[in-house]
């Protein structure tokens, strides 16, 4: 029993072997490239562009970047400076108020929160939470707005608007499904001349 499983064994290895010999010197082989085999379109490359540096992509579209791009960062610019300002604000009166109702004498406010109650400093507090928060948002959605941007005005470049295109407008009637009655309205048809 064991001779013929050797036997077998052997039999599987030669016949598997000449499976993977070399090939016939008249067959052709693909040349290969330098070309990597996937390229982002136009829109995603200027997406990724201005995802990782705000206004890349929109200078690389070549329109109205002179425009785009100081407006990007000056209210990129504004939309941080708020973000921080409210959040320093925030601090100062958490502070306060911590240390107005912490129990120790060594830690009281200034004397800017003299003549304010507990209660208006929670508010105040609250409100420059409220604040910071909402141009934190407001922050990231101007940045998905830049690079959705950059996408829409690159993929709009390379749209056809050529003397080719035509528009063919014809009337329609069309029945209402389960219903006796027809609709009216119009076929609009995009084509080339």
């Known amino acids: 029993m064991l001779r013929f499983i050797i036997i077998l064994v052997v039999c599987l290895f030669c ?6 010999g070399q090939q016939a010197a008249d067959s052709v082989q693909a040349p290969l490239t330098d070309e990597p085999e996937f390229k982002l379109s136009k829109a995603a490359r200027m997406a990724v562009l201005s995802a990782a540096v705000p206004g890349l992509g929109q200078y690389q579209n070549k329109t109205g970047w002179m425009l785009k791009v100081p407006v990007i960062y000056a209210g990129g610019a504004t939309l941080v400076w708020l973000t921080i300002q409210n959040h320093s604000d925030y601090r100062i009166f958490r502070e306060a ?6 129990g120790n004498a060594l830690t009281q406010p200034s004397d800017f929160f003299e003549g304010r109650t507990d209660d208006q400093l929670l508010r105040q507090r609250d409100r420059f939470r409220r604040d ?5 948002i407001l922050t990231g959605i ?11 005005t690159a993929h709009l470049n390379e749209f056809d608007v050529s003397d080719n295109l035509a528009l063919r407008i014809k009337p329609n009637i069309e029945p209402i ?16 001349k």
């Not at 108020?97 to 912490?102: E, L």
């Not at 101007?142 to 829409?152: D, P, S």
């Open 97 to 102: 108020y911590v240390s107005r109702n912490d």
């Open 142 to 152: 101007f940045y998905l707005l830049n690079v959705a941007e950059a996408a829409t």
């Open 177 to 192: 499904a389960y219903s006796p009655y027809n609709s009216a309205g119009f076929t609009l048809t995009f084509y080339r």
């Open 132 to 136: 910071r928060d909402f141009y934190m």
């Open 15 to 20: 016949s598997l072997s000449t499976l993977y």
